[in-house]
């Protein structure tokens, strides 16, 4: 087999592949739908022994999908929402955009636990960068992000007087100048 | 249409050099002959990754003809065809849009004021709004929308010199004969540059779409008529010409567009259009790899030879 394909290359019969990304079926075959390296992945499952055919593309990941981790900038919030915009995809933000990507994390899925209690005020503020979870592509606007896993969470913040802070809790950051502490839904270092 | 009333606007009319009477020696204004044979194509230039602040892109040429290029005369007898693209997408679309569930596909084309003969305007007029349309239609039929819910991508071409309706020399002397058929070359052109661009951005299609043309001449010598691939207006007499998008995979085509008087040989000028496309597209297939190459992401595509790389090594345009 060649090591990469080029939109609508034949990759097989459905029978003996399974689709995988960046491939599509047509008429009871596979088709390529991507120009780029190719990928067999050998199944895993006893029912479907066919591998499964993938693509990956050059230039990485081009939108979040869900479930994909990412890093994000808080650009407002109010009790019930926060809104950030998604600057790269990625648990340590390995491809960045080219164009930021609105999003929002609802109070109710910032943590795990004792959801009616969270306080927005306690978890984050405007310019907070964060690492969350796509749960959902959300609505015409904003993509449905959520922070409720230990390694989810503020990942850099800044104090009121403006220093970058450390954090020393789950939920707390201090700010190594003046020694005051402020609250955040920290992210477990990873 | 409104005028522009943004701009300084360049007087309308012709920019090329004036030519001048000449006294005893006419004959040096001669129209360009056809050198290649009815079935070829002529040689075309095409690279990804022109633009890098773009997702996608790419540049398509066909170079001028050496045996067509002046005699001693100054201006070029023919013009070239010189095409970018760009894609910029998949993006986020504009706060106030309604949730869609597809690739929201928009083509812009625009000819650069300098591009033509007759100078064009900086705002688009109705044959590139019309050339973008066919675009529009052509690469619909190849993305797969479903796979970018909720984003938008934008192709934009710029004609940096388009083909010629006819010969300028007739055009001089004012008889009145332009067709519109420069723009049928710049559409198979568009088509092709823009595959590749969407190729290039990464965006999912079910097969490489190329554009082709083949037109209906009348050999004035011998008064007959034929059908020959990739005309260049200025070379004939055009009669009817057709243009298609075609997926060579597939055995799909996504758009046509004939124009002229054909007659009975409305099929056998589309089949020699998809010929012309299928030729077109052995250019895409080496362009796409080389940039794949270039990019790293592939270390050489089956095999082929590493050390022409770069080099712009030909291809021989053959279905």
Request: some cysteine.
């Amino acid at each position: 087999m060649a090591s990469s394909a080029l939109p609508g290359q034949l990759l097989g019969p459905t029978k003996s592949n399974n689709i995988g990304a960046g491939t599509h079926i047509s008429s009871s075959n596979l088709y390529a739908s991507i120009a780029g390296p190719l990928t067999s992945n050998p199944s895993t499952s006893k029912s479907s022994p066919a591998p499964t055919i993938s693509i990956s593309r050059p230039s990485g990941d081009l939108l979040p999908e869900v479930n994909t981790t990412i890093i994000g900038k808080i650009t407002r919030t109010n009790p019930r929402q926060a809104s950030l915009s998604i600057l790269a995809l990625g648990p340590t933000g390995a491809h960045v955009l080219r164009e930021p990507l609105p999003a929002l994390i609802r109070q109710q899925d910032i943590r795990a636990t004792e959801v009616d209690k969270v306080k927005m005020a306690e978890c984050f503020r405007v310019g907070d960068v964060v690492r969350a979870n796509v749960i959902s592509l959300g609505d015409e606007r904003a993509y449905y992000l959520s922070t409720a896993r230990n390694e989810l969470g503020v990942v850099m913040a800044w104090s009121e007087a403006g220093n970058v802070m450390v954090p020393v809790s789950w939920r707390e950051f201090v700010d190594e100048a003046t020694g005051a502490r402020e609250g955040r839904k920290v992210a477990k270092p990873v | 249409m409104q005028a522009d009333r943004r701009r300084i606007n360049a007087p309308a009319g012709g920019t090329a050099a004036p030519v001048f009477t000449f006294t005893g020696n006419e004959d040096l204004l001669q129209r360009p002959t056809r050198t290649r044979k009815a079935d070829e194509h002529r040689k075309i230039f095409l690279r990804t990754k022109v633009v890098p602040s773009a997702s996608g892109s790419a540049y398509y040429e066909i170079p001028p003809a050496k045996s067509t290029s002046s005699n001693g005369n100054l201006v070029p007898a023919a013009s070239n065809l010189k095409i970018t693209c760009t894609v910029h997408g998949p993006r986020p679309l504009p706060r106030n849009a309604a949730f869609s569930p597809n690739l929201l596909l928009s083509t812009h084309v625009k000819f650069a004021p300098f591009a033509t003969r007759q100078r064009r305007g900086y705002i688009r007029d109705a044959s590139e709004r019309d050339l973008g349309v066919h675009l529009e239609t052509a690469l619909r039929g190849v993305i797969i929308g479903e796979r970018w819910p909720k984003s938008g991508c934008e192709v934009v071409i710029t004609v940096l010199e388009g083909e010629e309706d006819g010969w300028w020399g007739d055009q001089q002397q004012g008889s009145e004969k332009s067709g519109g058929w420069g723009m049928m070359s710049v559409l198979a052109g568009c088509i092709t540059v823009a595959s590749a661009a969407l190729i290039d951005a990464g965006i999912d299609c079910v097969d490489m779409v190329s554009g082709g043309t083949a037109a209906l001449v009348r050999n004035p010598e011998s008064k007959t008529e034929e059908v020959v691939l990739d005309p260049s207006p200025p070379e004939h007499e055009i009669k009817a010409a057709c243009v298609v998008a075609y997926l060579q995979s597939r055995d799909e085509i996504t758009e046509m567009w004939m124009k002229g008087e054909v007659g009975e040989g409305t099929e056998f000028l589309t089949d020699q259009a998809v010929k012309s496309a299928m030729m077109t597209r052995t250019v895409l297939v080496e362009a796409v790899k080389e940039g794949l190459e270039v990019e790293g992401a592939v270390e050489s595509f089956n095999g082929a030879p590493k050390a022409a790389k770069g080099k712009g090594k030909d291809v021989d345009m053959t279905d």
